[in-house]
């Protein structure tokens, strides 16, 4: 397991990243599979659209279906019926999501399951283990998360126990000859912080580093900013991993600042709530106007429902509360964002991601 850069264009990257499942082409779109499933997409549809990695989500899964039923069903990768790699967040964000239903403590986090109020406890170690059990390729660290805006001794604690967590999860990693153990940089909008998280979580020389605690509630600029500085203050020779990205704007942007990976639960959700990515921007296809409206969702897209369906159809679907209307316009949120970083990658490897980049982002004014 390992990763190659094989083509730089500016500070964008195009690179191989090398899985116990298979080998991943960056920059890559990766689908969000919370609960083991990719919302209204089955796995054949995930192979179809050519998603290479899909994530799910270590808080989830631990609470629904539970450790034991996905051992027996071995591992996370048969009980989804998914043969290629798998990224499992840490569920550091979504238990520090919990607010009021969770106590920190230097040693870990006890929260209470949203599902039936019942009581947990998630430490830097359990959250290896249970990853590992899962057999997936890429685990995430613990990391203690914060909500923007925050005050700077509240990133400055933040940052701290997320270094002392990460050092704790290195030495419960167990199973490195198949699950890689990425390290989540926190640090909020401050230079300053980012460094020393940055600082501390590289000395521990791990496979992948991701950005987290973006893409939060600040700003797009800002977010940028940040993205921007963070990647180029990792190494170059690890893939870099940003967290909770996933429009146009923001993959093109990510992969123009030297991001590898991201993920977003965002083409799903739009496609579930009929709103419908385009390379002319978004279009809500309850709109009036698309009643009647004949012609492919998105004339630039040659996806199964670009080719078959008409904007009047999936119009229809919509308005009828039928079950085909979100997951077609899932596949082709899905389908798109794939294609669009595919498409950024050979740019990258042919010199041509600066025209390519910016004719994208022209056709979304
Ligand atoms: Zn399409």
Request: proline residues 4%; contains cysteine; negative net charge.
């Amino acid at each position: 397991m390992s990763f190659t850069l094989v083509a730089t264009d500016g500070a964008a990257r195009a690179g191989t990243l090398r899985l116990a499942h298979g080998t991943v082409e960056t920059p890559v779109f990766m689908p969000v599979g919370t609960a083991a499933t990719v919302k209204a997409i089955s796995s054949n549809d995930l192979t179809e659209i050519g998603a290479q990695i899909v994530l799910a989500n270590t808080y989830h899964l631990w609470l629904r279906p539970g450790l034991e039923t996905l051992v027996a069903a071995g591992g996370l990768h048969r009980f989804m019926a998914w043969n290629a790699p798998i990224l499992t967040d840490s569920g550091g964000f979504q238990v520090f999501s919990l607010e009021s239903r969770r106590q920190l403590d230097e040693d870990g986090v006890t929260f209470r399951s949203h599902l039936d109020g019942s009581e947990h406890r998630f430490t830097p170690e359990n959250v290896v283990h249970f990853q590992e059990a899962l057999g997936v390729d890429i685990a995430m660290m613990l990391d203690v998360c914060v909500k923007l805006p925050a005050t700077t001794d509240e990133l400055e604690k933040a940052v701290d126990a997320t270094s002392a967590w990460a050092r704790r999860c290195v030495e419960a990693w167990t199973a490195r000859d198949r699950t890689l153990l990425f390290a989540i940089a926190q640090g909020g909008l401050e230079e300053r912080l980012r460094a020393r998280s940055i600082e501390d979580l590289v000395q521990l020389d791990l496979p992948g580093y991701a950005i987290g605690g973006l893409s939060v509630g600040e700003s797009r600029e800002e977010m940028e900013r940040m993205t921007r500085w963070c990647a180029a203050a990792l190494p170059t020779n690890k893939p870099r991993y940003l967290m909770g990205v996933g429009t146009v704007r923001d993959v093109l942007a990510a992969i123009d600042g030297g991001i590898d990976m991201f993920d977003c639960v965002y083409p799903t959700r739009c496609g579930r709530n009929g709103r419908a990515m385009t390379r002319t921007g978004e279009l809500h296809i309850k709109n009036a106007a698309f009643t009647r409206d004949f012609s492919p969702l998105d004339p630039h897209c040659d996806c199964r429902v670009c080719t078959t369906y008409t904007r009047a159809y999936l119009a229809h679907l919509f308005r009828a509360n039928e079950m085909l209307g979100p997951q077609l316009l899932s596949y082709h949120n899905l389908y798109l964002l794939v294609r669009l970083v595919r498409e950024a990658r050979e740019s990258i490897a042919m010199g041509t991601w600066r025209a390519v980049r910016e004719t994208s982002l022209a056709r979304l004014e």
